[in-house]
């Protein structure tokens, strides 16, 4: 069974950084995607960022292009999602999620999903 578990959520300031990780187990995910998604209060989740743990490849919603990176820790199985100049609207509960297709976390699908981390970005 595919378990996910986020950190790394908290309050900061506008214009701070966070660093959230997501720790996946149960499987080995070397054909996966993995990626984040959010969902503010009262808003729809959305897509944030992805990538492909076979090829590399990496996506991102435009919303936090150029502030947010993903990344990876192989030897942890542990994805990363460094979030630069924050802004109050990145206020979201995120959450990882991974599926045997990258194209499917692109297009906001995914099979499996953590339960969450809160970042609030104060103004």
């Known amino acids: 069974q595919v378990q996910l578990v986020e950190s790394g959520g908290g309050l900061v300031q506008a214009g701070g950084s966070l660093r959230l990780s997501c720790a996946a187990s149960?499987?080995?995910?070397?054909?996966?995607?993995m990626g984040w998604f959010r969902q503010a209060p009262q808003k729809e989740r959305e897509f944030v960022s992805a990538?492909?743990?076979?090829?590399?490849?990496?996506f991102y919603a435009d919303s936090v292009k150029g502030r947010f990176t993903i990344s990876r820790d192989n030897a942890k199985n542990t994805i990363y999602l460094q979030m630069n100049s924050l802004k109050p609207e990145d206020t979201a509960v995120y959450y990882c999620?991974?599926?045997?297709?990258?194209?499917?976390?692109?297009?906001?699908?995914?099979?499996?999903w953590g339960k969450g981390t809160l970042v609030t970005v104060s103004s």
């Open positions: 990538f492909s743990w076979s090829g590399g490849s990496t």
């Open positions: 999620a991974a599926d045997s297709s990258y194209s499917a976390l692109v297009n906001g699908r995914a099979n499996y």
């Open positions: 149960g499987r080995t995910f070397s054909s996966y995607g």
